[in-house]
């Protein structure tokens, strides 16, 4: 079963049931990143909380530990030495991680497209399949909009954008002793005069420059400069040729060889997400000791979790709704209301697929059959990941105001492409958050401030339950809105949708 979105590592997945439904399977929580035992906690909430999250309970952790030292240690003026030495492992870490970029978007679309074309072996299920990616569709580029309009509005990089060697800022003006040199290196003014003299693309040519990144001429130098859109039309293509089994028949060699290796390519990139909270607190202390204006970059962080919230809120609760209404000319409010419990699990447990049992119960109070509500949140799950897209989108243009990189057309075109392909695509990664932002980077040419998704990571741990929601809640509102078109004239629930259950 598929991690939804960017989903923490979940403490619980989707099992399969003796009678054909699905079941939460029980967290093993013995081990914390598979070196720290935390029997020693007497019994209670806090013991329960971590136990049932133990990576969460160390992401916060290492939070709390990176702001710590590296707020007692910024005021010391440290050497560019120590700072370096002190982030070798967050940077391996995000190495690492760069390291998985292809192979997970790579075999993640393969597998998706290749899941799609056995699930669509029926002329009721084909029909489904296109509703709901025609929906998937609409909600994305509403999502896009959305989210592309909240950061160029409040622009919240721009504040945390470090000054030139000899500036002074505000917070500094009071100070004993400037910052040292290298600590305001990330953004000289001849840097920024650069940026800012860079000619603009014009509309046609940014929409060419997407058009042809997306069909390159050698697959493999795609691949090695990192054109994300190029290996994802390759992976499409061969997806879409490979042979298929039909409905429950077992799976082709293809389809097997593509299983084996997203599952080995799985188990990489969870172990290396094990290593998270050590990782952020290395990361955070090299970050804050070399921040020039400390104030400034927190300020920033926190427009940054507004524009967010804002922009995902809006989405969920405006967006979506009107769409709902639009297509069944039904008011939303008995929606929230049946579906609220599976909103609220995603958003405490940071998972779709460990919510997956909770969505499929209140779909069952809202009437929709139990074979086409399967059907259609497994494929939710792997293919509507709005609140992902829109997360990637905002952080990756949040790192580009932050260098004073003005985003024009192409880049704007370029994040909305790459946000919404490789959310799609991440759909079965957990932690997927970080990969993905990390490919939304390389597409614009941002690949060098990587390192700055450290102050992403103070806040993703409760920005990823907020999107998960509304991943979660985008998969419910188009199952009733396919089964609304789905119905006969005249009838309340039934629908043709033999091959439904055969194919889920």
């Known amino acids: 079963m598929h991690v939804g979105g960017s989903d923490m590592a979940a403490p619980l997945e989707a099992a399969p049931r003796d009678d054909g439904g699905l079941r939460a399977a029980p967290a093993e929580p013995e081990w914390f990143c598979g070196c720290v035992r935390w029997r020693w906690l007497p019994d209670g909430c806090i013991k329960q909380a971590i136990q049932k999250d133990p990576l969460l309970a160390g992401t916060l952790i290492g939070v709390a530990c990176g702001l710590v030292v590296g707020l007692a240690l910024a005021p010391a003026n440290i050497a560019k030495w120590v700072n370096e030495l002190v982030s070798i492992p967050g940077e391996c870490f995000l190495r690492l991680l760069k390291m998985l970029v292809l192979p997970l978007v790579f075999g993640s679309i393969m597998g ?8 669509g072996s029926g002329d009721a299920v084909r029909q489904t399949a296109r509703r709901a990616l025609g929906l998937y569709l609409l909600t994305y580029l509403f999502a896009m909009a959305n ?7 409040i622009q919240p990089g ?5 000054p030139s060697p000899g500036a002074t800022n505000v917070s500094d003006a009071n100070a004993t002793s400037p910052p040292p040199r290298w600590q305001c290196e990330t953004s000289t003014a001849d840097e920024v005069n650069e940026l800012a003299g860079r000619p603009r693309p014009t509309l046609m040519t940014s929409l060419t420059n997407v058009i042809y990144g997306a069909l390159p001429t050698n697959v493999v ?4 400069e990192t054109n994300i859109l190029g290996v994802i039309t390759f992976a499409v293509l061969l997806a879409a040729y490979l042979p298929v089994g039909v409905g429950s028949a077992p799976p082709t060699q293809a389809e097997a ?4 290796m997203n599952e080995v390519i799985f188990k990489i990139a969870t172990a290396v997400l094990g290593a998270t909270p050590y990782a952020i607190c290395s990361l955070i202390i090299g970050r804050v000791t070399a921040a020039c204006d400390i104030g400034a970059q927190f300020a920033s962080l926190g427009w940054f979790i507004a524009t967010v919230l804002t922009s995902i809120l809006l989405h969920g609760f405006v967006t979506l709704p009107l769409i709902y209404a639009a297509f069944t000319r039904r008011s939303p409010v008995m929606f929230y209301k ?6 609220l699990t995603a958003l405490a447990i940071s998972s779709s697929a460990a919510s997956l049992p909770v969505t499929l119960a209140c779909a069952d109070d809202f009437g929709v059959p139990p074979e086409l509500s399967k059907f259609m949140l497994v494929l939710g799950a792997t293919a509507n990941m709005d609140g992902t897209a829109m997360y990637e989108a905002i952080a990756a243009l949040y790192i580009m105001q932050r260098h004073s990189a003005g985003a024009g057309v192409a880049d704007l075109i370029l994040v909305a492409v790459t946000a919404s392909l490789s959310a799609m695509g991440a759909a079965a990664i957990p932690s997927a958050g970080l990969v993905t932002l990390i490919t939304v980077l390389q597409a614009v040419g941002m690949e060098e401030h990587v390192s700055d998704i450290a102050y992403i990571m103070v806040v993703d741990w409760f920005l990823d339950r907020v999107r998960t929601s509304v991943n979660v809640m985008g998969d419910a509102f188009a199952l009733c809105i396919v089964h609304k078109a789905s119905k006969r004239p005249g009838e309340d629930g039934g629908i043709e949708l033999q091959d439904v259950h055969t194919a889920a």
């Open 112 to 119: 998706g497209v290749m899941s799609l074309r056995r699930m």
């Open 147 to 153: 989210a592309l309009l909240m950061v160029t509005l």
């Open 158 to 162: 721009h504040g945390a954008a470090a």
């Open 221 to 224: 130098r795609a691949a090695a």
């Open 257 to 260: 060889a593509v299983q084996g």
């Open 338 to 343: 049946t579906f609220a419990k599976a909103f």
